[in-house]
């Protein structure tokens, strides 16, 4: 299988609009489910080996614990039950009004009840309609939503070994649904103090100083597939500080600035592997420096931090 296939925005916009805010519907079962994690590690998707996992959900209470699968090779939804009960649908053929419905459906045959608090997409130009009452996005392309998977897939294990060199605090690799992203997140342990009117979900995911590692796929304001760096609080002259390949660049946004490497000119070059991992390790170091992070002892040379064993290569 090609190492980053090609991607364009273009080609699966109508399909990646749906299938965004099928995964919010998820999300919010996950976020509403699941038990809260420090900056939100408890509401992100976890890849599996045909598609995401909320992971399980429930508690330990006598109600049933429970897991919801989007499978990209068969493409159906499936709920599953400690007790090996399933309810599934298939994915092609919905509306997110019907997805929404169905997805309820499957919940309540399960014997699972879970209120969604807001029953609207996060963060999108319809926020304020009901996943009810969407009948306007129903475009699958199930050709196009198995590429997105692989690639997800992909960039996943090249997030994993970038992480492998980092010793400190640092997430999971884990796919956002309200911004449709792909992240790795490395901590340094300083408490940053947020604006008391910042809202809730930015106080908690950078209540700490961050650098994070990505990949989107494009949207309205950046309209083609790329991975990304930002720093958190960003230092001063973080947008002066080289970035590898030459083809990557520092691109303003939300007044900051991401390190920014287009997916089509990673895929263009002869390694497009070792391209993109010396674009996360350029971004690290850039922010890391400004930031005066202890860059050598957090370092975690292949993923060891036993000094005999590092001694031993």
Avoid at 120 to 144: I, K, M, N
Avoid at 169 to 181: E, L, Q
Avoid at 253 to 280: I, K, N, T
């Amino acid at each position: 299988m090609e190492l980053f296939p090609a991607m364009p925005l273009a080609d699966w916009q109508d399909t990646k609009a749906t299938l965004h805010r099928f995964v919010q519907i998820v999300g919010k079962i996950r976020l509403s489910a699941g038990i809260r994690r420090n900056h939100w590690w408890s509401v992100p998707f976890h890849l599996t080996a045909r598609g995401l996992t909320t992971r399980p959900m429930g508690r330990a209470d006598g109600k049933p614990i429970f897991t919801v699968d989007f499978d990209f090779v068969g493409h159906q939804l499936l709920v599953t039950t400690l007790d090996g009960r399933v309810a599934s649908f298939p994915l092609y053929g919905q509306s997110v009004a019907s997805f929404y419905r169905e997805t309820m459906r499957a919940l309540a045959a399960l014997g699972v009840r879970v209120d969604i608090a807001i029953p609207r997409p996060y963060d999108l130009p319809d926020s304020g309609r009901p996943f009810a009452d969407d009948t306007e996005h129903a475009t699958y392309d199930t050709a196009a939503v198995t590429r997105y998977w692989q690639v997800l897939n992909q960039v996943s294990l090249l997030l994993e070994e970038s992480a492998a060199g980092y010793s400190g605090k640092i997430s999971p690799v884990h796919h956002f649904w309200h911004t449709f992203d792909i992240a790795c997140t490395r901590f340094s342990g300083r408490v940053v103090d947020q604006p008391a009117d910042r809202d809730c979900v930015t106080r908690e995911a950078y209540s700490r100083e961050v650098i994070s590692f990505g990949f989107w796929f494009g949207d309205d304001t950046f309209t083609e597939p790329a991975f990304y760096s930002y720093t958190a609080p960003e230092p001063e002259r973080l947008a002066e500080m080289p970035l590898r390949p030459g083809a990557a660049r520092w691109v303003a946004q939300r007044g900051g600035h991401l390190a920014v490497l287009r997916y089509d000119d990673a895929r263009a070059a002869a390694d497009p592997r070792a391209v993109v991992l010396s674009f996360y390790e350029s971004a690290y170091q850039a922010g890391a420096a400004l930031a005066g992070w202890d860059v050598a002892g957090l370092a975690c040379p292949g993923g060891i931090t036993d000094p005999r064993l590092t001694a031993r290569g």
